[in-house]
């Protein structure tokens, strides 16, 4: 039935029927850590929090719905999800990843799991040609992000997926950037979407999750015995918040892609600001491919100031709308430094961030705040 389903009604019904014991329209929040048994071994479903909760229940079914998937797996983070999915990945295999990743994933690819045997390369995957060239006979996942963090970057998925396919590689998404509102990589071909669920699926700054979506019956049992055996679950008040969050998505993402429209419109004509990345601008070279694969463009936006590194310190400093933070895809606008903030665990290497990238995370505010902001903050650098 959910199929027939458009997304708006999905994140507010999917996974979420009234509450069987009470009729409680909202998911309650099971607060538990165990639960009674009728006699050895016979339960409803449930006999430890770690295993399962009803309200992760909840989330995961909705997630998987919206990203029009089978099934569903919920994390304390973002992080958290994404080494869960790579522990698929064996001592002595290959990741081919986007030369533009999180910093989080990079720190995590590099810093930790290269330790235990697993290989990374690291090529722009907007060059199909190159990436063809990178894929060995050892890889085992394409590992993308689209738009990617925090250059903006535009891949195609439904290319990728059949270059991944036919080296007998699959293909994960990290769709955090445009949600399953604006994006639904499983109907492109892609095998796993990650999200942090912290960002727009939230969207509330206020609690910390990651997600992974997949349709293979087999690969989600697998991944739901490394979920309970590694134990990085989210607590059922952050599932329930993310709940709360998914049910305004769809009107969320069509503000944030409606104000950053404007707003990188706004910025590109400023005569203080030397370049600006955002999809839904027309010489972005990922626009035609995001027209095609995606609805709208997203709140995220970068962009290089006239000037050096303090130049961009002074502009990030002096908004008063736009706070000075890490992390997006709240309701407030955010601004930020990536080389020093979020991307600083990419320094000294190849996938290093330029010191005067600014970027921004456009809230719900009205959009001709935000554009007064910005314009106060630029004439003042």
């Not at 959910?2 to 309650?28: F, K, N, R, S, Y």
């Not at 407030?332 to 979020?342: H, K």
Request: include cysteine.
């Amino acid at each position: 039935m959910t199929e027939q389903l458009h997304l708006e009604t999905l994140a507010i019904h999917a996974g979420q029927a009234p509450d069987p014991a009470t009729g409680a329209v909202m998911t309650p929040i099971y607060q538990t850590s165990t639960y009674v048994q009728s006699a050895v071994g016979e339960h409803q479903g449930y006999d430890y929090a770690r295993t399962g909760n009803p309200t992760r229940t909840a989330l995961e079914a909705c997630l998987a719905a919206l990203e029009g998937a089978q099934y569903g797996l919920c994390f304390a983070s973002g992080m958290a999800a994404i080494d869960t999915l790579l522990r698929l990945v064996k001592p002595g295999e290959h990741v081919l990843a986007s030369n533009d990743v999180y910093g989080g994933t990079y720190r995590l690819f590099t810093r930790v799991l290269r330790d235990y045997g697993l290989q990374f390369d690291f090529v722009e995957l907007a060059d199909l040609d190159r990436v063809r060239a990178a894929i060995k006979s050892n890889t085992r996942l394409l590992w993308v992000e689209t738009p990617t963090n925090p250059l903006l970057k535009i891949a195609d998925l439904a290319a990728l997926a059949k270059i991944a396919h036919a080296a007998g590689a699959q293909l994960a998404v990290d769709n955090t950037f445009a949600s399953p509102y604006l994006q639904q990589p499983i109907s492109l071909g892609a095998d796993f979407v990650i999200h942090s669920t912290t960002k727009y699926l939230g969207g509330h700054s206020d609690v910390i999750g990651g997600a992974i979506i997949l349709n293979d019956a087999a690969t989600y049992e697998r991944l739901k015995f490394l979920q309970n055996a590694v134990g990085a679950v989210p607590g059922p008040l952050d599932c329930f918040l993310t709940l709360r969050g998914l049910k305004t998505l769809p009107l969320r993402m069509e503000r944030h892609s409606a104000n950053a429209q404007r707003i990188a419109e706004f910025l590109a004509d400023h005569p203080g600001v030397k370049r600006v990345l955002y999809p839904g601008l027309e010489d972005h070279p990922g626009h035609r491919i995001a027209q095609k694969q995606m609805r709208l463009y997203g709140g995220m936006i970068s962009f290089l100031p006239v000037g050096g590194a303090v130049t961009a310190k002074h502009i990030v400093e002096r908004t008063k709308i736009f706070a000075l933070a890490e992390s997006l895809g709240g309701v407030e606008s955010l601004i930020e430094l990536p080389a020093q903030m979020t991307h600083a665990s990419v320094a000294g290497s190849p996938l290093q961030v330029d010191a005067t990238l600014i970027r921004l995370s456009v809230g719900l505010e009205h959009v001709d705040d935000l554009i007064a902001d910005l314009q106060q903050a630029l004439a003042s650098s």
